[in-house]
Every structure is written in structure tokens, then in C-alpha cells.
């Protein structure tokens, strides 16, 4: 099978991945092009709007383009595979507001460029989106960097010219923007659950990528309690070996772009840690903030009656029993 691709030359505003405008008047001619190897006497068909309109050459020229040509073109060569459609766009008007790229997603430069019928003389453009001025120059271009979200929107170009023994005469010309999502709010999520104290646990930080920006490398930090356990780096996992109680807390991770363009943090999620073979909870204010805790306990329902036995009948389990672990060696080999 073979690829054909259709390409614009010579519009005035053209884009790279199918979309072109011209004003009226102009000329624009389109090419076809297959991938593969030579092919005798290969036969082109033209399309326009899915209906056939011409058997020709390699090469299809609009000559002095009138409104009704604006359309989506495709080609065929032989008994190949149809090209994409490629959208041509005649405009009447002075002015014509070109974006780029056609699919904008956050982190990417978005270029405005306001182009103006051939042999008018401009005196400023002015390039805005709601009643914001977002700049005026004579250049007739200008650039928006790492975009988000937000600059979703619809942008403007107005162009004030100078004609002779007349006002100076005022053009513009719309397109709405769309940022799309570089890649989702991530979710952070753990096994196993619940935990119990001994555990390997693995937090996993969730994102997907929007499909045509697959390959944006993309990095993963962790957090307890806003303090970061794991920094920046290239693993969505962060593994905690032989968990202690004091591992528990509130977790976040947060994903960024290698150059930190886009960055997006999860919701906290909560892990408490099970104790093990008991009812009763760990008393807090025990042990010393970093080292290990052991605790010990005593089962109030085996003591002798008549002994020093607490009288609060309701407690069968005063303290948690926890096996007391070296956590400082071993415990990220769990993890492997
Ligand atoms: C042409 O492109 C198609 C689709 O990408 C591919 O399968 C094919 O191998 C290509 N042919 C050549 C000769 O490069
Ligand atoms: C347009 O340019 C002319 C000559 O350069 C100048 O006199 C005039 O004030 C300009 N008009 C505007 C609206 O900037
Ligand atoms: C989105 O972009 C605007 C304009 O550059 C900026 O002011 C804002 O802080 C950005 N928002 C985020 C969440 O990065
Ligand atoms: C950041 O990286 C992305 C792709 O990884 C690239 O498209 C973008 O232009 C870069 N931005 C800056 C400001 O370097
Ligand atoms: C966890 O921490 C995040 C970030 O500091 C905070 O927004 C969230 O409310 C916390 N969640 C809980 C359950 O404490
Ligand atoms: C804990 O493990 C480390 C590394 O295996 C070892 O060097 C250290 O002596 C151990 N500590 C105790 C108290 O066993």
C-alpha cells in the first residue's frame, strides 16, 4: 500500500498538516505526491468535496479563485489509497487571520499571522482576543509560548489601510482557538490496599498523553504531606518498602514536561497503614519522629482476674502490637 499526500504550494496563509487559505483573485496550484516507488504512466484523479472533478496531471491549478473554490481537495494516483483531504479556503475579504499549528495543545507556541491582499498599504495591525489587545505592530505576526488552557479563545486581527483620497479603511478577520489537554490531571493510586504494616506498597501517578503528542517525555515527582519522598525523574512509581506507620499520610504526585512548561499535581490520597494480628490503634505520640517504632502489648482479656488489670471493662487490647523492623538496609530491595 501507498501513501499519496497532497500538498498546497503558493497560498498565501498554508499550513503544514492540510488547511490553506487564498483571497480571491489569487492563484493556487496543489500537488500530488505518492511515497512509494516509480510508477509507470501513473494515472491522477481529483476530488473536490468527494465528488470528481478532474483526471489530470501530478499538479492541479486554481487560476483567479472565486469563492465557490474553497473546498476539501484529495487525490488518488492509480488504484492507490486517497489522500487526506486538504481544506482550501477563499476568502473575499482584505484580511486573512492564520493560526498555527491547526491542533494546538498546552506547552505549544502558537503563531498568528495576518496576512492582506497584495498592493495595500498597511498602517498597523492589531492582533486581540475578547477586548483584550494582545499586541499592535507592523511585523503581522505575533507569538503566544507556552500556551494553556486558557488561551482558548477567539482571536482577532484587524488591519487599518491607507488608501489614496480615502479614510483609512479597517479589515479583520476571526478564528477561534482551542488549546487542547497536553496530557490528564494525574491520579494517584496504591497497592495493595489496604496496607498493613510490613508491605511493599507501589504508588502509581496516572496520566494519558493526548494521542498525537504520544512521545512528550514526561516526568513524575511524589509527595507526603507537601514534603517530596521522590523527586523529579522518568518512573510514575514510587515504592515504599516494609511500610511503618509512620509512612501514613496524605500522598499527591504531581507529572510535569521535561522543560517544567506543563505541570499538574493530583489530588491527595490518603493511606493509613493497618496494623498487624490487632483491634486496638496505635497510640500516637509514641517513638521518635524518623526512627523506627515498636510497641508492645498487653491482652487485657489473658491477664489473671483479681491482678493489676485495668477496670475499664471495655478495652480487650490496650496497645498494638507491631513487629519492630529495620527499615534503614533492606527495605527498598521489597521493591524490585
Ligand atoms: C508508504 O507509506 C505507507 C504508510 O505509511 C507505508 O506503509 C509504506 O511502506 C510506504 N512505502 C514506501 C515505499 O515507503
Ligand atoms: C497611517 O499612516 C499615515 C502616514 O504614515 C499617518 O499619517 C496616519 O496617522 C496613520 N493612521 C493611523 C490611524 O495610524
Ligand atoms: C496560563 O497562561 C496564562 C497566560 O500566560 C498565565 O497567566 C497562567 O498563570 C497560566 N495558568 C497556568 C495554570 O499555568
Ligand atoms: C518544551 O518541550 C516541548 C516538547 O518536549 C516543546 O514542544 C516545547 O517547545 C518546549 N518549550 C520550551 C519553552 O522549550
Ligand atoms: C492532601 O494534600 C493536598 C495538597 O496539600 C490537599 O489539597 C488535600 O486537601 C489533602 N487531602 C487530605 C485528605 O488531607
Ligand atoms: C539495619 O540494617 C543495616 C543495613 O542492612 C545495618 O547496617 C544495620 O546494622 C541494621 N541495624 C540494626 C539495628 O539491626
Known amino acids: 500500500m501507498s501513501l499519496v499526500t497532497l500538498m498546497l504550494l503558493s497560498a ?11 483571497f480571491t483573485g489569487e492563484s493556487v496550484t496543489l500537488s500530488c505526491h505518492m511515497n512509494s516507488t516509480y510508477r509507470e504512466n501513473p494515472a491522477y484523479s481529483w476530488y473536490k468535496d468527494h465528488q ?23 487525490c488518488e494516483i492509480s488504484d492507490s489509497d486517497r489522500s487526506d483531504a486538504l481544506t482550501l479556503r477563499v476568502s473575499d475579504g482584505h484580511v486573512i487571520l492564520h493560526s498555527s499549528p491547526i491542533q494546538v495543545y498546552e506547552g505549544d507556541t502558537l503563531t498568528l499571522t495576518c496576512h492582506h491582499r497584495r498592493g495595500y498599504s498597511v498602517n498597523a495591525t492589531i492582533f486581540s482576543n475578547g477586548n483584550r489587545i494582545l499586541e499592535q505592530n507592523r511585523a503581522g505576526s505575533v507569538y503566544l509560548r507556552n500556551v494553556n488552557k486558557t488561551a482558548t479563545d477567539t482571536y482577532t486581527c484587524r488591519k487599518l489601510f491607507t488608501l489614496s483620497y480615502e479614510e483609512p479603511i479597517k479589515e479583520e478577520d476571526s478564528a477561534v482557538i482551542m488549546v487542547k489537554e497536553l496530557f490528564s490531571d494525574p491520579e494517584i493510586k496504591f497497592s495493595p490496599y489496604p496496607v498493613t504494616v510490613g508491605d511493599a506498597v507501589t504508588l502509581t501517578c496516572e496520566t494519558r498523553l493526548a494521542l498525537p503528542k504520544a512521545h512528550t517525555k514526561l516526568q513524575f515527582a511524589f509527595y507526603r504531606n507537601v514534603l517530596n519522598v521522590q523527586e523529579f525523574g522518568q518512573s510514575s512509581q514510587y515504592c515504599v518498602g516494609s511500610v511503618q506507620p509512620r509512612d501514613s499520610g496524605n500522598y499527591t504526585c504531581a507529572v510535569r514536561t521535561e522543560n517544567d512548561t506543563i505541570k499538574k499535581t493530583s489530588r491527595g490520597i490518603n493511606m493509613e497503614i493497618r496494623v498487624k494480628d490487632v483491634t486496638a490503634s496505635v497510640p500516637p505520640g509514641n517513638g521518635h519522629d524518623g526512627d523506627d517504632v515498636c ?27 507491631v513487629k519492630c523492623q529495620n527499615t534503614t538496609g533492606p527495605r527498598q530491595e521489597m521493591c524490585n
Open 12 to 22: 498565501v496563509a498554508l499550513s503544514s498538516a492540510g488547511r490553506g487559505t487564498i
Open 52 to 74: 470528481k472533478i478532474v483526471e489530470d496531471k501530478w499538479i492541479f491549478s486554481i487560476q483567479n479563485a472565486r469563492s465557490e473554490d474553497g473546498g476539501d481537495y484529495t
Open 295 to 321: 510497641y508492645s502489648y498487653i491482652d487485657v482479656s489473658a491477664m489473671p482476674r483479681g491482678s493489676l488489670a485495668p477496670s475499664a471493662k471495655s478495652y480487650s487490647v490496650l496497645y498494638s502490637a
